[in-house]
């Protein structure tokens, strides 16, 4: 009779099982669905309202939202200062990448190897990834600033004679400003990434390439590159992203100027957007510009992700 009962009991936990898994699940979904809610509203609804504002005249200075058609895209594709914002977001970016991407190189060459201070010296290189680029943008323009900033004062130290170069509003000197800036803080970018995938080279490599004779030079380049090349394409991929969306240093430093000479795509899009008001315009440039740079993004993923597909 005692094992009859077990055999009840065992029975009716079993049937209560499955409404127990379903009370679990809809308890998880109950939980989960209104952060899902959130993230729709905050995502999808800025999409959609985005894409009725193309077609429309939303300006600020004209009552009504009159349809338009293909409008607004044309006002952005025939405007100049749209496509030099284009050229001069990519001369920004591919010469910020590079010369970042050569100095994180050398610096992380330099103390993949130990040696006393090494940890310090590395906590304070790192150091600008951690400042916002409103902050290093306002620093870097206090640096330049003529006739107040020191840098004037010390080049004239070191070259024996008077500058008087107007960092924030002179051609090219505008333009070596913001690399200046940009250079200094994202190199320690690149540098923590390459030196990752230095240290994460087998030690005896090197060792055998030693002892046969093998030249630091060969050594760089047919030992240590391939090592970390899937890590130098990482490197450059995520700078090269982030430095398309250049904006916080060129406000800070020379404000477009003069006139729309250092204007970025993004700079060019906040000035039409949120200082002329037209919002159609700056939405439709919003949109040509997330295209171009989805290609980019398509080609740099399709190559960092092509080692994996083999």
Known sequence: MANAAAIGDNLAVARKRPSARRSDWRFKWLLVTPAALLILAISIYPLLFSIWVLFVNYDFQIPGHAFVG???????????????????????TFTNVAIEFLLGLAVALTMASTFRGRGLLISIIIVPLFISPVVVGQAWSLLLHRPFGPTNYLLELLLGHEVTINWLTQFPFNFIALILADVWQWTPFMFVILLAGLTAIPPHVFEAAE???????????????????????LAVTFRLLDAIRLFDTIFMMTGGGPGTQTYSASFYLYTVGFTQFHLSRATAGAWIFLVLTLLVIVFLVRRLLRPEAR
């Open 70 to 92: 293909l409008k607004n895209f044309k006002q952005v594709i025939f405007d100049p200062v749209a496509r030099y914002s284009i050229w001069v977001t990519v001369v920004l």
């Open 211 to 233: 002892l046969d004779g093998v030249g630091a030079w060969r050594t760089f380049w047919h030992i240590t590159v391939p090592y970390i090349a899937p890590m130098m394409l």
